[in-house]
C-alpha cells in the first residue's frame, strides 16, 4: 500500500502541500523508501513516526492526494504497527 501510495503522489509532480514542509515528490520517494525499509525491517522510529503523522486523518495524505480508501487503510496499518512509538 505504501508504495501505491508513492505511485499516486509522485504521479502528481512536485506540487505544494499547503500545511506540509514537504512536496507531493517528496512525500512519494519517501513512501517508496520506506516500504524498502519495511519490508527489511530496517524503518528507524523516527520514519515510522513520520509515516504515521502523513497518513492520520486530515494531514498530508488527505490534503494531496485525498484517496480516502486508500489513506484509511494505510493509516490502519500504520496506527496498529507503530501508535506506540508515533504518539511518544
Not at 36 to 43: H, L, R, S, T, W
Amino acid at each position: 500500500m505504501l508504495r501505491q501510495a508513492a505511485h499516486l503522489w509522485l504521479a502528481l509532480g512536485h506540487l505544494d502541500i499547503w500545511d506540509s514542509d514537504d512536496y507531493t515528490d517528496d512525500l512519494g520517494t519517501f513512501c517508496n523508501e520506506a516500504a524498502e525499509k519495511v519490508a527489511k525491517n530496517e524503518i528507524s522510529d523516527a520514519e515510522k513516526k513520520r509515516l504515521y503523522f502523513i497518513f492520520a486523518p486530515t494531514c498530508e495524505w488527505d490534503n494531496s492526494v485525498g484517496d480516502a480508501d486508500l489513506g484509511n487503510k494505510v493509516f490502519g496499518c500504520l496506527d496498529a504497527l507503530y501508535r506506540d512509538v508515533s504518539l511518544k
